[in-house]
């Protein structure tokens, strides 16, 4: 028994050896310094926070941000993910600790990720805002996506292809600005049509597995849908799922959002469902990435002078003739 | 034998010791500023608030699943009631104080209510509390229309990162450092139930409660309403845990608030060595395996290791601690 406890006791130190064989792992693959090292000879280091990767898009996000990151091998690039927004500010106050020069923030949530921000930004730290912006302008760029242009050019497409005239069936996303900016401007589009009806509108969560039962609960009220506007390939997802189950999928198509590899190659190949996409580039991180390398190489003050506070990424609509623009086979999303 | 103990006695000290001194090798200075150590104490201080709650509520034998859903909705409360107190003319510090009261009283009512159903119901713990972890949550989503709730009281967010000036310490830009108040109120909660546990007689009626209700009745102890006071204690220090979440956030996020915490405090208490099994337990294990915790975040995001590992890493903790517990119990 003593002796099974001692082996406890070692694979708890074991534990902590570990973590520590980590670091030295990383240390040794980034000492490679670059040439735009700051003046001290010290490297620059720079935190990127983002949410945990509970959908496609999220895990998108992770996947360009390492991408991004590595392509400035020359600044120590730390990044991490929340779980939620508690998880994420003691993240970035750890960041805070390690002395990072900048910080590129896509947050879990606006309101309550703003006050540490304005602490991070009121101590010098260089603030880059992805996707979901603050609720004061604490950041030094703010970039996200025209979510406003993401519903209303959806929707334009979705009442020419029906002609102006149909049943559809909305699924929403999580309740926050960028949920509520594209449903809005989609659904004043839809309003402008006299012939297209909304007979069902409802949440998924940009959950897959939500969004079918969302879907199917919707089918079974409703025996004619003509196409449905998921806002979310994710959602998409779900939502051909649902209409499979039900013995529904003819006559009937599916809009998603995001530019999913997978959709983007369903619309590629002319399946009848995924007539189109519309995109959301979880890429717009690593233009984040860009945005914190690029201040912290001419120098804040200097960035200060050409760097705009807010940069709006546009959204385009993905047919078959343009799909191969937007396929990324080796991308995660 | 004496050595055995040691272990099994102060294992998860040790283990904290040890990754203490790692730390301070191969991070040296970056690892022992004051602002990093301040932060070990502070970030999980709402978690520790409520782990302190939830060892005296193991102790006594119980379990509470529903602490993260309650903090998300006695956080609600606390927002709102901040927002409505202070529109009406009030001052913002007395509002926040009014607001603080309220959360804390919710909070011992919705423990007072998960008590009531386990003690004179005679329903399981676990159940009693899983139904509260769907209900508490759910009523936090009525609250904040499913998205989040913000504060309209900007004082509310000083108290968030505010504390007390550690002497003698400056940070980057020559200001003081501040001891957050989050962690001096978790320190105080620790040290008031680690008193009340080992030194009153209320202490030794929620040990032998869980020790051996049976016997406790024989001694004349009235086991209901120990198991009723263990949670509504339980409830209320959530209140207060959702008081330093809303003042840290500014808001409160209804859907996300508060998630995992029963986790992470059940985590907690039994890497501080309390017995699940109730009957056994001490605070300043529960301290301890919040710190560990903490430490072990800390360390992730130092070391610059793919956050994915974390949950590992963690598991294997509890893990751990748990065997050498269960090998104490064989013991006996």
């Not at chain 1, 950041?139 to 009442?159: H, L, P, Q, T, W």
């Not at chain 1, 200060?304 to 990324?328: C, G, Q, S, W």
Request: hydrophobic share 50%; with cysteine; proline share 3%.
């Amino acid at each position: 028994m003593n002796r099974f406890r001692s082996l406890l006791g070692i694979a708890l130190g074991i534990a902590g050896v570990v973590l520590v064989g980590c670091q030295a792992g990383t240390d040794a693959g980034g000492a490679t310094a670059g040439g735009g090292a700051p003046k001290t000879g010290k490297k620059f280091k720079v935190g990127i926070s983002i949410p945990a990767a509970d959908h496609g898009w999220t895990a998108g996000v992770k996947y360009w941000a390492d991408f991004a990151s590595k392509q400035n091998p020359d600044i120590d690039w730390i990044i991490q993910d929340a779980k939620e927004s508690g998880d994420q500010i003691s993240g970035l106050e750890n960041l805070q600790t390690q002395g990072v020069d900048a910080m590129v923030i896509l947050a879990y949530e606006s309101g309550p990720l703003t006050p540490i921000a304005k602490k991070l930004h009121d101590a010098g730290i260089v603030i880059v805002n992805v996707d979901r912006g603050f609720t004061e302008p604490v950041a030094d760029v703010f970039i996200e996506g025209d979510n406003k242009a993401f519903g209303r050019k959806s929707a334009e497409y979705m009442a020419k292809k029906l002609n102006g005239k149909g049943k559809i069936a909305i699924i929403e996303g999580v309740s926050c600005t960028v949920n509520t900016d594209r449903v809005e401007a989609a659904k004043a589009v839809f309003k402008a049509y006299p012939g297209i009806q909304i007979v069902a509108d409802d949440k998924g969560e940009w959950n897959r597995e939500k969004a079918e039962k969302t879907m199917a609960n919707m089918l079974v009220a409703n025996p004619q849908i003509d196409a449905v506007w998921a806002s979310d390939d994710d959602m998409a997802l779900g939502v051909e799922t649902a209409l499979k189950a039900a013995g529904r999928n003819k006559n009937i198509w599916i809009l998603g959002g995001g530019g999913m590899k997978d959709i983007v190659k369903r619309v590629m190949d002319k399946d009848p469902l995924f007539p189109a996409d519309i995109t959301y580039p979880p890429s717009m991180i690593g233009f984040g990435v860009q945005a914190a390398a690029g201040i912290l190489h001419a120098g804040k003050d200097n960035a200060k002078k050409y760097m705009p506070r807010h940069v709006m990424i546009d959204i385009e609509l993905i047919t078959p003739e343009n799909a191969k623009d937007f396929y990324f086979p080796d991308s995660i999303y | 034998m004496k050595k055995a103990n040691l272990l099994t006695e102060y294992g998860a000290l040790i283990a904290l010791a040890l990754l203490f001194v790692i730390n301070v090798a191969t991070r040296g200075g970056n690892f022992l500023q004051i602002e990093n150590l301040r932060n070990l104490v502070s970030q999980d201080a709402a978690v520790g608030v409520i782990a302190v709650g939830m060892t005296l509520v193991i102790i006594a034998g119980g379990i509470d699943l529903s602490v993260g859903s309650m903090t998300a909705m006695c956080g609600a409360v606390v927002i709102l009631l901040v927002n409505k107190l202070a529109s009406s003319g009030m001052g913002a510090n007395v509002a926040i104080l009014l607001a603080a009261v309220g959360a804390i009283a919710i909070g011992a009512i919705a423990g007072l209510l998960n008590g009531f159903v386990v003690a004179y119901g005679r329903v399981a713990a676990f159940v009693v509390t899983l139904g509260g972890l769907a209900g508490f949550r759910s009523i936090a989503l009525v609250l904040g229309k499913g998205g989040e709730i913000r504060s309209q009281v900007s004082p509310l967010q000083d108290f968030g990162f505010g504390g007390l000036a550690i002497p003698f310490v400056k940070d980057a830009a020559g200001g003081p450092v501040l001891f957050y108040w989050s962690a001096i109120i978790f320190i105080g909660i620790a040290l008031l139930a680690g008193f009340g546990l080992n030194r009153t007689r209320f202490g030794r009626y929620i040990v032998a409660v869980g020790a051996n209700p049976r016997a406790a009745e024989y001694s004349a102890i009235n086991i209901q309403t120990v198991r009723l006071a263990v949670y509504t204690i339980l409830g209320a220090l959530v209140g207060l845990a959702s008081v330093l979440v809303g003042a840290r956030m500014n808001s409160i996020g209804t859907g996300s608030a508060g998630l995992y915490y029963e986790l992470d405090a059940i985590a907690a208490v039994v890497i501080g060595g309390t017995s699940l099994r109730g009957g056994k337990g001490r605070i300043w294990g529960t301290v301890v395996g919040v710190l560990l915790l903490t430490l072990i975040s800390n360390m992730i995001t130092a070391y610059h290791i793919d956050t994915n590992w974390q949950g590992l890493v963690r598991g294997i903790v509890i893990l751990v601690a748990v065997l050498i517990q269960r090998g104490k119990k064989e013991d006996e």
